[in-house]
């Protein structure tokens, strides 16, 4: 399976992919956001278009797009007090329309609208491997050093603030970091497994613990599990990489149902 | 002590509440009562500073309540605390909370706070309820793990919004009782309240409130005319013997 060096690549990027988005995951799922995940990797389709129309840098330019648009979005809800699932929503289909609009102003490039759904591993390149490994680096910094911060802002955003914890700075990074990290994953896992890692290995993690930090190993471990087992089922019966890993990983969430609450004491 | 002036609050061109002067004077047990709509959870929230000013001021302990609220903290307990059952944190968690702002950005709990956090809980009565998940705890017991994480800050003042909303009978009884010792340990309670019987039992100082104050001042010189002024119609008061 491994004579071909980029089949390691795309094992190795498969695995940090997961990682990434499976220390999000937990925060994703507590805090009912993971239409936030959906709504960036929508929105990340004008910020590719703009890098495609203007010849830019894809990565680079679709990052910047999405970190501002989601910092407005949280902007918006505040100032206006604008529901932030309905802010989102516009953003999200403004977005897709604008892109779609880019695309086909910029006649001479066939844009591969199936790669961005689904992705593609196997085309994973050592530079943005790196990237991977440099985010989940910060990924982990950030839970670990803002940990407390996290834990209250995820559990009730207005009584942090009447006491006073800290949770503006912090709420501002998590919402930069998850962009960053849904951008950086779409070109390698695609919006389907974006979506899905965002949410799947976090809501399996809460079947069988009771705890956050707990619950963030165990979405780590269910991460690299489904990436690997997903990866190599997907190499031996010849099928799509994200979709199996994908469905892979719903078959262990629809299991660890039989898990569910047997713990709750 | 609090000193509120000329404080007006209006929302989309509804004026919510009118030309309020308040002075609440320590180590009272204050009940704001009023119909709904009256702007008692407004008071209290422009009071949290949880929702910003548009008019008037608010001294607390002779400062301007913004320069106040960057070295103190307000002892919190809201009508509804919006949680999801599942949430996986336990009581001492959450009444580590009313700490977590007094701790720099980044940093971790010791066990001093750990230790504080535990010592409240045993004072709401909540301690061997420490480690059970909130989502297992009743709703009164819920309740006096958020006592517990509104005293564990020190905060003199304890605020609080229609704790008897989630509450049976006996249990609020017994959670005023507990109010009452607070307030005896030199707190001063502020509660937003429709149990007028419970009130004038515990309570020290009526502030009724119906867009504009109708009275505030200790229960004694408030009778039931300027009860029912406040309310209108709506109710009928019991006579009873403050």
């Known amino acids: ?265 | 002590m609090i000193q509120i002036s000329n404080l007006q609050y209006g929302l989309g061109g509804k004026s919510i509440l009118e030309n309020i002067n308040l002075e609440i004077p320590d180590g009272e047990f204050v009940a704001i009562i009023g119909p709904n709509g009256a702007g008692k959870s407004t008071l209290i929230k422009l009071l949290l500073g949880i929702w910003e000013m548009q008019q008037g001021s608010i001294q607390i302990d002779g400062i301007n309540q913004q320069e106040w609220l960057k070295t103190n903290i307000f002892g919190y307990l809201p009508q509804h605390e919006e949680f999801d059952r599942s949430f996986p944190a336990t009581a001492l968690d959450i009444a580590l909370m009313g700490l977590a702002g007094k701790l720099p950005l980044a940093t971790r709990f010791k066990p001093q706070h750990k230790q504080a956090a535990l010592t409240a809980l045993e004072q709401t009565g909540v301690a061997d309820l420490a480690i059970r998940l909130i989502g297992n705890l009743s709703g009164g017991e819920f309740q006096r793990v958020l006592l517990a994480r509104a005293i564990v800050g020190g905060s003199r003042y304890i605020i609080l919004d229609e704790p008897e909303a989630s509450l049976d009978r006996p249990s609020v009884e017994s959670f005023f009782a507990l109010l009452k010792s607070l307030n005896e340990a030199g707190h001063t309670i502020i509660t937003i309240s429709h149990d007028l019987n419970v009130l004038s039992r515990y309570c020290s100082f009526l502030v009724c409130l119906n867009r504009t104050l109708h009275c505030h001042n200790h229960t004694e010189l408030v009778s039931a005319e300027i009860i029912h002024n406040t309310f209108g119609d709506s109710v009928r008061i019991i006579e009873k013997d403050y």
């Not at chain 1, 936030?36 to 840098?57: R, T």
């Not at chain 1, 050592?126 to 989940?136: A, C, M, Y």
């Open chain 1, 1 to 265: 399976m491994f004579e071909y060096s980029f089949m390691l690549n795309a094992l190795f990027g498969a695995l940090l992919s997961g990682l990434s988005l499976a220390i999000f995951a937990p925060y994703v799922t507590l805090r009912r956001i993971s239409y936030m995940g959906e709504a960036l990797s929508h929105i990340a389709f004008a910020g590719i278009a703009i890098a495609i129309l203007l010849g830019l840098n894809l990565t680079f330019t679709t990052l910047v797009f999405v970190v501002l648009i989601s910092l407005v979005i949280g902007w918006l809800s505040r100032k206006r007090k604008l529901h932030e699932a309905n802010t989102i929503s516009i953003f999200l289909s403004v977005s897709m329309a604008l892109g779609i609009i880019l695309i086909s102003i910029s006649k001479n490039y066939s844009f591969d609208l199936a790669s961005y759904l689904f992705g593609n591993v196997l085309l994973i390149t050592g530079v943005e491997i790196q990237s991977l490994l440099i985010l989940n680096v910060l990924n982990l910094a950030f839970v670990l050093v803002f940990y407390k911060e996290l834990f209250y802002l995820t559990y009730n955003e207005e009584m942090a603030r009447v006491f006073r914890i800290r949770i503006a700075p912090v709420s501002h990074l998590f919402l930069v970091l998850l962009a960053a990290n849904i951008v950086i994953n779409l070109k390698s896992a695609g919006i389907i497994l974006v979506t899905a890692q965002l949410i799947l290995p976090a809501v399996i993690a809460f079947n069988f613990v009771h705890s956050l930090h707990r619950a963030i190993v165990t979405s780590a471990i269910v991460a690299i599990l489904s990436a690997t087992i997903g990866f190599a089922l997907s190499y031996n019966l010849n099928l799509p990489t994200g979709a199996t890993i994908v469905l892979f990983e719903a078959l262990i969430y629809f299991l660890s149902l039989n898990f569910r609450g047997k713990q709750n004491a």
